[in-house]
């Protein structure tokens, strides 16, 4: 029996809501274009989706008041932050990482989430020690699974709480650190990489972007949160 695709394993574009799509084209420079034609234009060429997400004028609508009120999904505020705070020009990787991303953080904004495994697990996990005590202790697809969540959550955790990490290791003398975060989050991403299922859900160039470029996509996270997220 082959496993289910989990929910974090999207690193293509997310479908798009009705609300995305008014708001893309709600401001589009070009006057006069069909939301429809249009549309389809962005199912049949993702690049053309990848350029309207860099563009300044998507960016400028999304924080502009008065079209807050269009409240696009969590993937698509995501993605256009993420494009924001992630500097330099993009490979497919890259683009790979950021759809990866952008679907990740939609889902943990449900914070329950955050601590699970997967979406209908009944184990909750709310310290990084107790996620490697079962990979340890766990076969080989939920090995995979448990691998790649400790790379989603050290990620997380090091870039968009980077703040409250070190606040807690600085003023409460916890012993975990962003530095500890991020070694963990390298490891586990480079670990899942190699299995075979990465492969089969088409992770295995996004868990090694991830892995090897850890720290620009930490900075990044970091960079949204501080900027972002925190107003």
Known sequence: MTMQMPDFAQCGT??????DLIFL????PVPGIDAVEAAQRLIEQPST????????????ALRDQKTQWLEVSPQLFFNILLRRCLPGRRNSQERQAIHYLANLLGLFTRTERLYRVTRDD???YQYLVDLVAAAANAGPERGFLVHSHIGNYALYTAGICAAWV????RYKRRPVTVEYYCKMGRSYYFTAARHPLAAEFGLRQVFGE???RFDYYRDGLEKMGEEYLRH
């Open 49 to 60: 989706l990848d350029s309207m997400l860099e563009a300044d004028y998507v960016f400028d």
């Open 210 to 212: 991830l892995s090897g």
């Open 25 to 28: 084209f709600e401001h589009f």
């Open 166 to 169: 070190e606040h807690r290791h």
């Open 122 to 124: 009944e184990a909750n």
């Open 14 to 19: 997310a479908p798009l809501t009705r609300q």
